[in-house]
């Protein structure tokens, strides 16, 4: 099929590779400007546009599409489909109609489960235990279009975001060619009205470990929000990011207590196991190896002061 791949971040790299290997013509490939990055601040392209220079593919970068030259180029490309992943703009009715089978987007939940911009984080923070993704025919709501075709994948108690935004990468890439591969002739079903909940973007406000919570929420904030923005806690006067936990089979103590030598902290409620840990300026480490650098003894509380 003639495809317009409209993608920005990491993880639409995978699909836009496979529709490409899968002998599809991408016409064009549309993403995010370059952004100013990295100590110097100079502009650095998306993981999408520097894949799509790599492989030869035409990349265009417009601001928004309000101006009509950008519509009418848009349309000029006479694609039969445009795959959307992560774009990062929200598409004028104009363009969701321009291509001949209209505008699929690829979405990282089990819709109406989760439509908006943070859904792999929210799955994992409310303990869900099945997520997805869909591929869906685009209309003017957000992420409220008919779905083509739903894979899902269990979320385990080892998941963390990181780990859970790979595998649903592939998933997605999987499905889309699923759906290209048959001309986009799948039924649409319109989504069902009950279960709808919204992915609010994380706000780095909620990073910060309330240790007088339950270890299973505890677990899953350290999980859900690894490794971006990563949640923290101050101890022993140090800002410390928690990137990997797992709810501990025991353990009792003070909120916020460290319980042994291997990093097992209480929680308001049973007690989490710490296994990767990242001080300011250092690499992450697990246990051993940050204790070595950092030693923190039994009866040292984490959230012993705010960050200042």
């Known amino acids: 099929m003639r495809v317009i791949f409209m993608g920005t971040p990491e993880f639409s790299v995978p699909i836009l590779q496979g529709i490409v290997d899968a002998g599809h013509e991408v016409c064009a490939v549309y993403c995010q400007p370059p952004r100013p990055a990295g100590r110097g601040k100079k502009d650095r392209p998306s993981p999408v546009q520097k894949t799509a220079e790599a492989l030869g593919l035409p990349v265009r970068h417009p601001v928004n599409f309000k101006d009509q030259a950008d519509r009418d180029a848009f349309a000029a490309l006479d694609a039969d489909v445009a795959v959307v992943v992560a774009y990062g703009l929200i598409l004028p009715q104009a363009l969701l109609d321009a291509p001949a089978k209209g505008c699929l987007n690829i979405h990282a939940s089990l819709l109406p489960r989760w439509r908006g911009a943070a859904p792999i984080h929210r799955a994992i923070l409310a303990g869900d235990t099945e997520t997805g993704v869909c591929v869906m025919q685009m209309e003017a709501g957000l992420d409220t279009g008919p779905v083509l075709l739903t894979v899902r994948t269990n979320i385990s108690n080892q998941d963390t975001t990181a780990i859970l935004h790979d595998r649903l990468s592939l998933l997605g890439r999987d499905a889309i060619l699923t759906v290209l591969a048959d001309g986009v002739s799948a039924q649409a079903v319109p989504q069902p009205e009950e279960g709808v909940t919204y992915a609010a973007k994380i706000d ?70 710490l296994l990767k840990l990242q001080r300011a300026g250092k690499g992450v480490m697990e246990p051993e190896d940050f204790l070595r650098g950092f030693p923190l003894t039994k009866g040292v509380e984490f959230g012993d002061a705010e960050e200042g």
């Open 204 to 273: 780095k406000a909620e990073a910060v470990v309330d240790w007088t919570r339950p270890a299973v929420e505890v677990d899953r904030q350290i999980r859900g929000l690894s490794p971006f923005p990563g949640a923290w806690s101050m101890v022993e006067g140090q800002r410390v990011k928690l990137l990997l936990s797992r709810v501990a089979d025991h353990g009792t103590g003070a909120a916020g207590e460290v319980l042994n030598d291997a990093l097992r902290v209480a929680c308001g409620e049973g007690a989490v196991d």
